[in-house]
């Protein structure tokens, strides 16, 4: 028994041990795979370890700025500030009472309450508070910052900020916050120029989130964005800004567009829309169609300067032959009228046809003189029908009728639809003698991390439809449109300057055949200046004006064309209509005042130097020294005008009680600080009490109004 019995133990401990044994050797061999595959169940557990570990930060390539011609950015990436919450346990600077927070917070960041909770009672480490949480402003951030919540955190974050608000706003587009897309306009057409190219930096952290002592950074860099400069002027944009407003406000047409070229290069130096909208605000856009390029419709009367240049260049034109206006049966069962309800002037000559608008006139040119054919060949030359290839985003090609009865419409402005940037273009040939230049909008483009030019535009002739001959003779007859005793452009008549144009009434089709009634035609004028050397080209069109029985369309166009011509003559350095000796004593005030560069200069010295050239120096700031100027140096001003001198990053808020737009936008530019504005006419209130402490992060609210606007006690 006592051997069995020990016989037994030494079976059962050999059993134990080889058991043992196999369980070691198992595991062990499992730790050794583990240590040299690194891996458990296809898991590699290096990179497991690595993204636990590892935090990824991304580093944002700033997007490219977009600038007017002078140097003034009119969209850029300006410093935001975007909320977030953390959570984690034991952290310092955590969430304490979810419920608490997001009853206090939820108002500031435009969330429901419950949605809030639900956020910040999730198990993660760090929660995003939504697309109202991004993007705030100093201000913002300060406001919730004062609430006193714990583990409520803020990052900088860029934000795409247009310093002039309704500005060009359909050339422009905009940036969705929520998405970053690029929406529209240039933001879109140049996407790929303007984003930046993302970097990253990594690093170790603790269990908690916080960096590891030591541990080494691995950084990939980020790259800008290009920057584009447009051709746009500032100034006559602005211009075309407050004539549209203004006319906005007065007559409520249901549309409104605008373009102002150079009639030399082709270059656009202006173009606006009305709907409008503000960029920062875009969540309140009703129109999102530039209408300048990508609406097409039958023109009016407009089209009859391009119906007289190819019958004058056709050879065929004899100005001094007359024929019978009033009405015209061309034989297709068709009743072409004059539009004084077919009663015409009698027998007329077609010199006078555009004097005058004759429908009839301008059909018999087509369909007696030159015919159809060749006068579809001259709409061809001039680019109708087809896209100028301007930069910008959606341009319609139009659409040109092709039969002779529509010939004989088409050759004054119905049947045919075109766009306004192919007036512009085709305007050009008569502006141009005879060239006529391809509209463009984008002047050059910057790479900012190697200072290389990536692009730099130049002028380019897209055709030459008519003689030097034609385009001088036709422009003769565009004066007489204006100034002479039958013609229907007097209300374009400028001060001090000849104008050429053509009047345009545009009928609108409908289910119902054309719309009929007082004001429902698109009003318009072609037009350019100086008549015997065009500098500048414009089109203006109205849609449906609210007209009073004693008004007429040309009324609320010539508002805005006239508006837009007088800024060009000042800061275009036209030459107004006046003898020598008149021109020798007002040149200054012709050509402008080229202002001098005073950053540098010590404040009291560079006030002196600007009022020498009969300027309104605005210094803002105590500093010593002109850190900045708006407008900047080598600009051309008018005499009297304000230049604002910036000593210092904060300074005392001014008084801008009677102000203009114009002041208030410099004023902006010069400090960088986010103006909103409301109304037209001159500032009556500002948000920010006259002489507070202000600085370029602070935001300023305006109002403006017209003096007759302002209440007096008795009215």
Do not use: C
């Amino acid at each position: 028994m006592g051997l069995l019995k020990r016989t037994t133990i030494i079976s059962r401990a050999f059993l134990l041990f080889g058991l043992a044994a196999i369980i070691i050797a198992v595991l062990g061999g499992r730790f050794l795979f583990v240590q040299v595959s690194k891996e458990i169940d296809d898991v590699d557990l290096e990179t497991l370890a690595n993204e636990r570990w590892t935090s990824h930060e991304p580093l944002q390539g700033e997007r490219g700025s977009i600038y007017a011609s002078n140097g003034e950015a009119i969209a850029e990436e300006v410093t935001s500030y975007t909320a977030f919450a953390i959570l984690q346990d034991g952290y310092e600077g955590a969430v304490d009472d979810p419920e608490e927070t997001a009853q206090t917070l939820a108002p500031y960041i435009d969330m429901e309450e419950n949605r809030l909770v639900e956020l910040l009672t999730r198990d993660q480490f760090q929660v995003e508070l939504g697309t109202d949480a991004r993007q705030l402003s100093y201000e913002e951030k300060e406001e919730i910052e004062d609430l006193g919540l714990e583990g409520i955190h803020f990052r900088l974050e860029p934000k795409r900020y247009y310093p002039n608000q309704a500005f060009a706003s359909h050339v422009l587009g905009y940036i969705d916050r929520g998405t970053d897309d690029a929406v529209m306009g240039l933001e879109a057409a140049l996407d790929q120029e303007l984003e930046g190219e993302g970097g990253s930096m990594t690093y170790q952290v603790a269990r908690n989130g916080v960096p590891l002592p030591g541990s080494e950074e691995e950084i990939s860099d980020a790259y800008n964005g290009n920057n584009v400069q447009l051709t746009l002027d500032s100034n006559i944009q602005l211009a075309l800004e407050q004539a549209m407003t203004s006319v906005d406000e007065e007559y409520e047409p249901e549309r409104m567009t605008a373009i102002v070229a150079n009639a030399k290069t082709g270059e656009i130096l202006a173009m606006g829309n009305r709907p409008s909208f503000n960029p920062n605000n875009y969540e309140a856009i009703t129109n999102h169609t530039n209408f300048a390029v990508s609406d097409h419709y039958e023109p009016g009367s407009t089209l009859k300067i391009f119906t007289m240049a190819a019958a004058v260049d056709s050879g065929a034109y004899d100005g001094d032959e007359e024929f019978e206006s009033g009405t015209y049966d061309p034989g297709y069962e068709h009743i072409i009228n004059d539009h004084n309800d077919g009663e015409g002037w009698g027998t007329i000559t077609f010199d006078e046809a555009m004097e005058r608008s004759s429908n009839v006139g301008f059909s018999k040119l087509v369909n007696e003189i030159m015919g159809a054919d060749t006068y579809y060949e001259y709409l061809d030359r001039f680019g109708f029908g087809k896209e100028t290839g301007i930069e910008l985003p959606n341009e319609a090609a139009g659409m040109m009728s092709e039969s002779d009865l529509d010939a004989m419409y088409t050759a004054f402005g119905q049947s045919s639809a075109v766009t306004p940037i192919q007036q512009i273009q085709a305007v050009t040939a008569i502006a141009n003698d005879g060239k006529m230049m391809q509209p463009y909008i984008v002047d050059r483009i910057e790479n900012p991390n190697v200072n290389e030019m990536v692009y730099e535009s130049e002028p380019e002739i897209a055709g030459e439809p008519i003689s030097e001959e034609t385009a001088k003779g036709v422009r003769e007859q565009l004066v007489e449109a204006v100034y002479g005793e039958n013609g229907t452009g007097g209300a374009f008549q400028v001060d001090d300057m000849t104008i050429a144009g053509k009047t345009g009434t545009a009928q609108i089709p409908s289910e119902n055949g054309y719309l009929s009634g007082h004001g429902q035609n698109i009003y318009s004028f072609l037009g350019m200046a100086p008549a015997d050397d065009p500098e500048i080209v414009t089109y203006v069109a109205v849609d449906r004006p609210n007209l009073s029985e004693d008004e007429y369309g040309s009324q609320p166009v010539s508002t805005i064309f006239n508006t837009v011509m007088h800024q060009s003559m000042q800061y275009f350095h036209l030459q107004p209509d006046e003898s020598p000796s008149q021109e020798e004593e007002e040149s200054v005030e012709a050509e402008g005042i080229e202002l001098e560069d005073v950053t540098g200069d010590r404040a009291n010295r560079a006030a002196e130097t600007v009022s020498e050239q009969h300027l309104a120096p605005f210094i803002l700031g105590e500093g010593n020294r002109i850190e900045s100027q708006y407008p900047f140096a080598g600009e051309h001003v008018i005499s009297g005008e304000k230049i604002f001198l910036v000593s210092d990053d904060s300074w005392e808020m001014p008084d801008m009680t009677g102000w203009s737009v114009r002041d208030v936008v410099k004023f902006s530019t010069a400090t960088g600080m986010n103006i909103e504005h409301s109304g037209t006419g001159y500032v009556r209130e500002q948000s920010l009490e006259p002489g507070s402490e202000a600085g370029s992060h602070d935001s300023l609210t305006v109002e403006f109004a017209h003096p007759e606007e302002e209440k007096t006690d008795g009215d």
